[in-house]
């Protein structure tokens, strides 16, 4: 299980409080930073249902990082991080 954080960018405050209604189902970590809004996920496979569940109301561009988050039982442990940038 990887943990996961969506970046929400150009975004309107009125998209953005329908995509944090959305969020409350799926128990995500809220983050207010200075360009948007970051939630965080436990597992990458509930930020991506989250991820194509938004598909369907918003248009955006997707991108996918990863960042090193050390080892855990002798195996390498990541966080995916997605941007989500309106246009």
Known sequence: MHPAKIQIRG???????????????FKAEVF????????VFEDVENARRFISKLRR???FETRMSTESLGFKGG???FLFVYSLRKY
């Open 32 to 39: 207010k930073v200075e360009n948007g809004t970051d939630l």
């Open 57 to 59: 109301e918003f248009r």
């Open 75 to 77: 195996r390498g442990r």
């Open 11 to 25: 975004f309107s405050e009125a998209e953005i409080s329908k995509v944090l209604k959305k969020a409350e189902e």
